[in-house]
């Protein structure tokens, strides 16, 4: 849950880095990357970039003459971004919204969002900044949660804590409907920032965890994760047992994840 418009501490950032990136984003994030198309050379900005992952996908394509720049209102998760990046590509980092880039007009190639756009408050201010940074006949892709079937872990970690009546830690943390956009509302705001040639297609991966514990210590690279740190000792055990107990199979083996999401691509005439 690439979530661009909330700033994160560290200890979340890592979290995010070390369970969430290798398992649901880094997939996700080569499958973007190869529906838009990157050339070398290019240069490439990552929107709500979070760690990065998107970022070092990019990174592979654009090579040593390329420039991949990742922006996020967070600093903590851009400290993240340098972690693996290439030596030879050209990486600059601006904590800076969605919504009001930090760069100049017409100044990349190619835009990335992955898991963000449905987490700004204003997507459609967001949506026309990145049309706004984009040089004319460049590209643009955006990658957004489909509903279904549940944007899972991030509903469990959070059906977890609401099952445990933790009082609900910030506006919407409990609402599964603020994970995700369907494919009208993308295609809209896209339209209305001035994209053309839009083209979506709706994709699922399997997502293997490598254990149980993985998956359960996903929930710390997420807001619920300094809330389940801030409990008392036996509501946090009690919570992280519930999340072990939904994220395994009958045989008490971690289950795959099973998520769908919408990617986008558009382009500035």
Request: glycine share 8%; aromatic share 6%.
């Amino acid at each position: 849950m690439d979530q661009g418009e909330v700033s994160f501490g560290g200890s979340v950032a890592e979290g995010y880095r070390d369970y969430l990136e290798p398992v649901i984003f880094r997939p996700w994030a080569e499958l973007l990357v190869d529906f838009v198309g990157v050339e070398p050379a290019q240069s490439v900005l990552d929107v709500a970039a979070g760690t990065g992952v998107v970022s070092r996908a990019a990174a592979g394509r654009v090579r040593a003459a390329g420039k991949v720049i990742a922006s996020d209102v967070s600093g903590a998760m851009l400290a993240q971004v340098p972690n693996g990046f290439p030596d030879d590509v050209s990486l600059q980092t601006v904590e800076c919204s969605a919504t009001a880039l930090d760069l100049p007009d017409a100044s990349v190639d190619v835009v990335f969002c992955q898991q963000g756009l449905q987490f700004v408050p204003d997507r459609a201010q967001a949506a026309k900044e990145m049309h706004r940074v984009l040089r004319p006949g460049g590209k643009a892709g955006i990658s957004v949660w489909l509903s279904s079937p549940r944007v899972e872990p991030f509903i469990v970690y959070g059906e977890a804590l609401q099952a445990a009546q933790v009082p609900e830690p910030f506006p919407g943390a409990y609402d599964s409907s603020s994970l995700s956009m369907d494919t009208d509302e993308v295609e809209g705001v896209l339209n209305a920032a001035g994209f053309e040639q839009i083209t979506l297609s709706v994709e699922q991966l399997v997502l293997p965890w490598p254990s149980v514990l993985h998956a359960v210590r996903g929930a710390f690279g997420t807001p619920y994760g300094p809330v389940i740190d801030a409990l008392d000792k036996a509501t946090r055990e009690s919570v992280l047992a519930d999340v072990e107990r939904r994220m395994s199979d009958a045989a008490s083996q971690a289950r795959s994840t099973v998520m769908t999401s919408i990617l986008a691509r558009g382009s500035r005439a």
